[in-house]
Nanobody
Framework: QVQLVESGGGLVQAGDSLRLSCAAS????????MAWFRQAPGKEREFVAG????????VYADSVKGRFTISRDNAKNTLYLQMNSLKSEDTAMYYC????????????????WGQGTQVTVSS
């Protein structure tokens, strides 16, 4: 069983940066694809970024390419999302996920989910 706890969200202005973290209680190293998803009010949850067990393989939603960077530290059982040049449309609850099904362009189904951390970007 894996438990995921996100942190690092907050209220920022457009153009600012934030770094989200996701601490996993169980061992995640070399086992799972992991990913970040987000859900804005009134919208469905959407994929943001994914990273394979081998950290050199990453995939991003078009809306965040070039602005967000996903990374993982398997020794610390932690997943990260560096978010730069934030926009008001990035406002959402951000969720960490583990054991995620990913293709070359997107990640979708996940077995483990965190509770989320709120990111609010004011324009």
């Amino acid at each position: 069983q894996v438990q995921l706890v996100e942190s690092g969200g907050g209220l920022v202005q457009a153009g600012d940066s934030l770094r989200l973290s996701c601490a996993a209680s169980g061992r995640i190293s070399d086992r799972y694809n992991m990913a970040w998803f987000r859900q804005a009010p009134g919208k469905e949850r959407e994929f943001v970024a994914g990273i394979a067990q081998i950290s050199t393989i990453t995939v991003y939603a078009d809306s965040v390419k070039g602005r967000f960077t996903i990374s993982r530290d398997n020794a610390k059982n932690t997943l990260y999302l560096q978010m730069n040049s934030l926009k008001s449309e990035d406002t959402a609850m951000y969720y960490c996920a583990a054991e995620v099904r990913c293709s070359a362009n997107v990640c979708d189904v996940a077995k483990y989910w965190g509770q989320g951390t709120q990111v609010t970007v004011s324009s």
